[in-house]
């Protein structure tokens, strides 16, 4: 229920064992001044100051590491002639004597692509792939001739035999299901940094972990809204139908995630960096699993470009009036999912950076990764699918992105992806194109991701994708804070100027699909007034914090970097030297 109270809102929510009382901030102000004094609890803003490659100012100085050049190994620039061998040689190599700098000098590099055979791999720790600058420009370029031949097509993360896995480049880690240790003699609410666990033998600081909890209440054969615990936490309050079957049944039934040790206090109590960013009761039978993942991986100076013919529309082969199979050029896995330029799974203190990604249907992918940098990218040409798309990836910094071509889904997150910070993004063409279905939109794309941050951005709105089985399309606490809409948003006639768009319900329903979320200093270019289920006014609601909506009347800019202040000082690195665990 809701109280009117000193002109704030209190309200009093039962989850888990835990009842609140949340005390709703009347402006960005005030909510800052509240995580500030409290931090990320109860339902203050989250805390995104961990995102990125978490060692940055640690790692290891790479001008003295030892360099392969790919001429070296075989590769011809510019002869038109498949060159991913000499490539591969050349990663492999770095591989075998512990990592390196694999320098692609000047030219164009053309690799076969097709099946996995036929395209570039990293699978281990150390390795730099990086291009040549001339002129201020890449000068290094890497084109994929055939698309994936792939035909395993699944939610994710869950496999390296993917067809989109068949990427030009592809960066693999590995999992592992070892357990490290449990937490489960205690009940711990959000905000906790502390945590007892049971044996601290295998942990060591500045580690990565996984943390698995187990929905007690979801019977994978027998799924039932009625019967949720963990799901609804983390996606409350949406009201569940029986349509959202994979949500509560057979992919709610376990939720995941990757986090990293601050020090390990004693032989039973270890310190995260990241506070705990939902309840973690005893009985989700909380467990620390080791991360396997590859680390200190980097693609820098790059140019990737495909044979790819484009002409994309949304989930249609080419020719979209093709009358049979006969006449089908391109088929729609080809046109949605065939043609990717990287691909990362299981990856871990890392980082891309000055990229150049021109004529792909999928650009990006990562899954089951954390503490990423990807930073300073150009998505250009024929447009497609998907530019940047994170499934169950925690904890990515993504900066200064520039997007020129046409996705349906510009920027997608999905299935538990959590921590992510998405900061000065900004994309050419903000209108919607209604015979592709491209357009300038945040997607979450379903199996409710929670705490992201979009931030400094221009010209996007949230429209998302997503089956109606793994619907909310969001978790809790996603934040928008400073973003430009484009002056026109029209993604659907009946629901003109409306910053929360879905085609999963009705207009009235549309901003539910987006639980708890904070919207702060979000408006339109050129003066639109926009609205969140047909009201531009501030307020908080059980559904969303809403503060300086359609103002540019902000405290500042960022609130990441606001954020990674305060943690700086508050939260600093061990004095030890970092420790990333082979």
């Given amino acids: 229920m809701f109280i009117l109270r000193n002109c704030h809102l209190i309200f009093c929510v039962f989850l888990g064992i835990f009842q609140s009382c949340y005390v709703y901030a009347n402006s960005a102000d005030e909510l800052w001044e509240q995580y500030k004094s409290e931090g990320a609890i109860n339902s203050n803003l989250p805390d995104f100051s961990h995102a990125g490659f978490f060692l940055r100012d640690n790692q290891n100085d790479s001008a003295e590491w030892d360099v392969y050049n790919i001429l070296e190994f075989g ?61 201020g420009k890449n000068a290094s370029v890497i084109y994929l001739k055939n698309p994936s031949n792939g035909q395993e097509l699944g939610l994710l993360g869950e496999s390296t035999t993917d067809l989109r896995s068949i990427a030009a480049l592809a960066i693999e880690g590995e999992a592992n299901d070892f357990v490290l240790t449990t937490f489960d003699n205690l009940d711990y609410p959000r905000g906790s940094r502390i945590i007892s666990v049971n044996d601290t033998s295998n942990i060591r600081p500045n580690q990565n972990i996984r943390i698995r909890l187990t929905d007690p209440l979801i019977d994978t054969e027998n799924p039932s809204k009625d019967n949720i615990d963990l799901v609804k936490l983390l996606t409350h309050p949406f009201d ?125 992918i990562v899954s089951n990764s954390a503490f990423i940098d990807v930073q300073n990218l150009q998505l250009k040409g024929s447009g497609g699918h998907a530019g940047l798309t994170y499934s169950s990836a925690y904890n990515i910094l993504t900066t200064d992105i520039k997007f020129e071509g046409r996705y349906a889904h510009p920027v997608s997150i999905r299935a538990w992806t959590s921590g992510c910070v998405f900061s000065d993004l900004n994309i050419v063409d903000s209108a919607f194109n209604d015979f592709d279905r491209t357009g300038p939109f945040i997607d979450f794309h379903g199996l409710f991701p929670y705490e992201n941050l979009f931030e400094k951005m221009r010209g996007f709105y949230v429209h998302s994708g997503g089956d109606s089985d793994v619907m909310p399309h969001s978790g809790v606490r996603n934040t928008l804070w400073n973003i430009e809409s484009p002056e026109v948003i029209d993604r659907f006639p009946y629901a003109s100027n409306e910053l929360f768009n879905t085609a999963a319900t009705s207009r009235s329903n549309m901003y539910k699909y987006y639980p708890s979320s904070f919207v702060v200093g979000v408006y339109g270019k050129n003066n639109l007034q926009l609205k969140i289920n047909s009201s531009s006014e501030d307020r908080a609601d059980d559904f969303m914090i809403i503060n300086n909506l359609n103002s540019r009347d902000i405290p500042f800019q960022s609130l990441y970097e606001k954020q990674l202040e305060h943690s700086k000082s508050n939260f600093p690195m061990p004095p030890q030297s970092p420790i990333l665990l082979e």
């Fill in 75 to 135: 590769a011809i620039p510019d002869d038109n002639e498949d060159d991913h061998h000499a490539i591969q040689q050349a990663i492999d190599s770095a591989s075998n004597n512990g990592g390196g700098i694999v320098f692609i000098p000047e030219g164009k590099y053309q690799i076969s692509g097709g099946a996995k055979e036929g395209t570039i791999k990293i699978s281990s720790s150390n390795i730099i792939l990086k291009g040549e600058i001339k002129d």
């Fill in 240 to 364: 569940y139908s029986d349509e959202e079957i994979k949500t509560f049944g057979q992919y709610g039934k376990n939720v995941e995630y990757i986090t990293k040790v601050r020090r390990v206090i004693d032989d039973s109590n270890i310190e995260l960096y990241q506070p705990l960013r939902f309840d973690h009761l005893s009985r989700y039978s909380p467990t620390i699993l080791k991360f396997e993942g590859i680390s200190n991986v980097g693609v820098e100076n790059l140019t990737f470009e495909s044979a790819w013919q484009g002409q994309y529309v949304h989930h249609q082969p080419f020719p979209i009036d093709a009358v049979d199979e006969s006449s089908i050029i391109r088929t729609v896995t080809e046109q949605d999912y065939g043609w990717v330029a990287i691909w990362g799974i299981w990856i871990a203190d890392s980082w891309i950076n000055n990229v150049v990604l021109d004529n792909f249907t999928q650009n990006i």
